[in-house]
């Protein structure tokens, strides 16, 4: 675990606080300038730089190292201004390591939060850059490595956060594992097993460990998938986990509204994450990854992040509960 204390702003009679003046000069939590450009022109700027197919040929194995993807996914987000929307809260985020997980707690901490992430132990050079951008939003950052299909970890992290970090008020469970397969006899058990107890058991034990810690005013937020809404033919297990996770998510937030806990999910459409390269076996198709849906590229991990935030944050979210939130780059589903 590595700390790291926020300094309160100073004050000034002529301009208010340092933020007030901070904010004005155009710099986010994280210290970088922004000076230069208006907010609209920094990000149309951000907007263009975010890489569209074709992308490179490329291919890793299991789990998939974000440091080795190319182009680096983008998850520093430096137009977004943190303003406390979740200041002094403690969130735990399974497979945080990388991709959404990573830009969450990012910006998890810029809005003022604790945060607690979950990784593989062999993504731990992931895990320490992580670590790095939450310090750097000037929060404390706590990694817990181990596998989320086995319930006694998913336990120990529940109750080193609580422990360690002083409670627990948001948890959002992102792990995730996935294969890119064309038919249904190319899906061996081992495959079919391990991506459900990653992707939807994982979830359950994390609920299961942290509902009994939380208290009023707290939430769960569950990555869901586009795949979970249309399915995919390649994805055959995976797109069933998804759906499993949308079902759960309003079932379990019918089930705690009477305690205050609020429950939704984010289905985002195709990401650029390590996820993708090392689930396709052919390094050519992922040259085409994101260029089907109407922007004609895949999502930016900051760009999925603010969606998280909002359901976070009571301040912007506090009646919505059972929700499935999709984020698809300009797509439309029935229903």
């Given at each position: 675990?590595?700390?790291?204390?926020?300094?309160?702003?100073?004050?000034?009679?002529?301009?208010?606080?340092?933020?007030?003046?901070?904010?004005?000069?155009?710099?986010?939590?994280?210290?970088?300038?922004?000076?230069?450009?208006?907010?609209?022109?920094?990000?149309?700027?951000?907007?263009?730089?975010?890489?569209?197919?074709?992308?490179?040929?490329?291919?890793?194995?299991?789990?998939?190292?974000?440091?080795?993807?190319?182009?680096?996914?983008?998850?520093?987000?430096?137009?977004?201004?943190?303003?406390?929307?979740?200041?002094?809260?403690?969130?735990?985020?399974?497979g945080a390591d990388s991709g959404i997980g990573?830009?969450?707690?990012?910006?998890?901490?810029?809005?003022?939060?604790?945060?607690?992430?979950?990784?593989?132990?062999?993504?731990?050079?992931?895990?320490?850059?992580?670590?790095?951008?939450?310090?750097?939003?000037?929060?404390?950052?706590?990694?817990?490595?181990?596998?989320?299909?086995?319930?006694?970890?998913?336990?120990?992290?529940?109750?080193?956060?609580?422990?360690?970090?002083?409670?627990?008020?948001?948890?959002?469970?992102?792990?995730?594992?996935?294969?890119n397969k064309d038919s249904i006899e190319q899906?061996?058990?081992?495959?079919?097993?391990?991506?459900?107890?990653?992707?939807?058991?994982?979830?359950?034990?994390?609920?299961?460990?942290?509902?009994?810690?939380?208290?009023?005013?707290?939430?769960?937020?569950?990555?869901?998938?586009?795949?979970?809404?249309?399915?995919?033919?390649?994805?055959?297990?995976?797109?069933?986990?998804?759906?499993?996770?949308?079902?759960?998510?309003?079932?379990?937030?019918?089930?705690?509204?009477?305690?205050?806990?609020?429950?939704?999910?984010?289905?985002?459409?195709?990401?650029?994450?390590?996820?993708?390269?090392?689930?396709?076996?052919?390094?050519?198709?992922?040259?085409?990854?994101?260029?089907?849906?109407?922007?004609?590229?895949?999502?930016?991990?900051?760009?999925?992040?603010?969606?998280?935030?909002?359901?976070?944050?009571?301040?912007?979210?506090?009646?919505?509960?059972?929700?499935?939130?999709?984020?698809?780059?300009?797509?439309?589903?029935?229903?």
């Amino acid at each position: 675990m590595a700390t790291k204390t926020r300094k309160a702003p100073s004050k000034s009679s002529s301009n208010g606080s340092s933020r007030t003046r901070m904010n004005r000069a155009g710099t986010n939590r994280s210290g970088a300038n922004h000076a230069s450009g208006s907010v609209t022109g920094r990000q149309l700027q951000r907007e263009q730089s975010h890489p569209r197919p074709p992308l490179p040929k490329q291919h890793q194995e299991s789990p998939g190292i974000e440091k080795k993807v190319h182009p680096r996914p983008q998850y520093e987000a430096p137009v977004y201004k943190g303003s406390d929307r979740l200041k002094g809260k403690i969130a735990l985020i399974s497979g945080a390591d990388s991709g959404i997980g990573r830009a969450v707690a990012v910006l998890f901490a810029r809005e003022g939060a604790d945060v607690a992430i979950m990784f593989l132990p062999v993504e731990q050079v992931d895990a320490n850059e992580t670590r790095k951008a939450i310090e750097a939003e000037g929060r404390r950052a706590l990694l817990l490595p181990g596998d989320v299909t086995d319930p006694h970890y998913c336990e120990d992290c529940v109750n080193r956060t609580i422990n360690e970090l002083g409670g627990l008020d948001i948890l959002v469970n992102n792990a995730a594992f996935q294969k890119n397969k064309d038919s249904i006899e190319q899906i061996d058990y081992e495959q079919l097993e391990r991506t459900f107890r990653t992707n939807f058991f994982g979830y359950f034990y994390m609920a299961k460990s942290a509902v009994p810690r939380m208290k009023r005013g707290a939430c769960i937020i569950n990555t869901g998938s586009v795949t979970g809404l249309e399915g995919e033919k390649t994805l055959l297990d995976y797109s069933a986990t998804k759906g499993a996770i949308h079902a759960f998510t309003k079932s379990l937030a019918l089930n705690l509204v009477d305690k205050g806990i609020r429950v939704n999910a984010v289905a985002p459409g195709p990401v650029w994450t390590p996820l993708n390269p090392q689930s396709k076996e052919d390094a050519e198709q992922i040259t085409k990854f994101g260029q089907d849906v109407p922007m004609g590229r895949p999502a930016q991990p900051e760009e999925l992040a603010p969606a998280y935030v909002f359901l976070a944050s009571n301040v912007d979210s506090s009646y919505i509960s059972g929700e499935i939130l999709p984020v698809l780059g300009g797509g439309t589903i029935a229903g």
